[in-house]
Structures are given as structure tokens and as C-alpha cells.
């Protein structure tokens, strides 16, 4: 078990990056078998609220990567590929736009909230999947 610590602690930022583009493939395939689920068994809406929660999944995913980025950037002293301020306001916005997304969805979508949520959890099942293939080796 130290062994797995061990090599998780010396992960690279480029280990790191490419663990996060994969887990963004994940929750788009998984999104697309979940449209077709919920679009299947309850309705249309249901597809598009799950759908929803994956593009909520996927913007998290996206703007967590660019986090890692600015940070790393910073703890290395690199240039910054972007200022950190600009990543924090991006960040916030994207909460701003989620929050957005979660109300129209909600009250127009007369869907099942159960896509949602499940779209919603894309993101933790994607990086759940990931940490696992790093664990095995």
C-alpha cells in the first residue's frame, strides 16, 4: 500500500493532465449511454436533464484541470500559462452559469431529477474509475 501511496505522490503534471483528459472522455461516454437510458425509459426531458448534469460534470472536470494547471505553475515557479486571477474569476463564473443551468433545467425540463443527479455524478464516477487504474498500476 505504500508503494501505491508512494507512486501517486510522484505523480507529474503531465500524469496528472493526461488522468484528466481521460476522465473527460469517460463522462462523455457515459453521457451519451445515459441520454439514451433515461430517454428510453422515461422521456425525452429526462434524457436532456442528464445530459445537463454531464455538461455540469464536464465543465467541473474542465475547470478543476485548469486549477491544477495555474497552481502547479505556481508551486514550480514556471511562467503561468494563465493568471491565476483570471482562473479564480473563471471559476466562479462557471459556478455562476451551473447554478443557471440547474435552475432552468429544473423549471423547464419536467424530467425525472434523478438524470440529473446521476448526470451530476458523472464527474465523481469518472475520477473514481481513474484513481482505481492508477491504484492497480
Known amino acids: 500500500m505504500t508503494e501505491q501511496a508512494g507512486a501517486l505522490a510522484n505523480m507529474t503534471d503531465e ?25 428510453l425509459i422515461w422521456n425525452w426531458q429526462s434524457g436532456v436533464l442528464a445530459l445537463a448534469g454531464a455538461a ?14 495555474a497552481v502547479f505553475a505556481r508551486l514550480d515557479n514556471q511562467q503561468r500559462p494563465r493568471p491565476v486571477a483570471r ?30 443527479v446521476a448526470g451530476i455524478g458523472l464527474a465523481v464516477v469518472a475520477l473514481s474509475w481513474e484513481a482505481l487504474r492508477l491504484l492497480r498500476g
Open 87 to 116: 482562473t479564480l474569476v473563471m471559476f466562479f463564473l462557471r459556478l455562476a452559469v451551473v447554478g443557471a443551468i440547474l435552475y432552468v433545467s429544473l423549471r423547464c425540463l419536467h424530467g425525472t431529477v434523478y438524470a440529473l
Open 56 to 69: 455540469i460534470s464536464y465543465t467541473g472536470i474542465r475547470e478543476w484541470r485548469s486549477l491544477a494547471v
Open 15 to 39: 500524469e496528472l493532465q493526461a488522468m484528466l483528459r481521460r476522465a473527460l472522455r469517460t463522462v462523455v461516454i457515459l453521457a451519451l449511454i445515459l441520454f439514451v437510458l433515461f430517454t
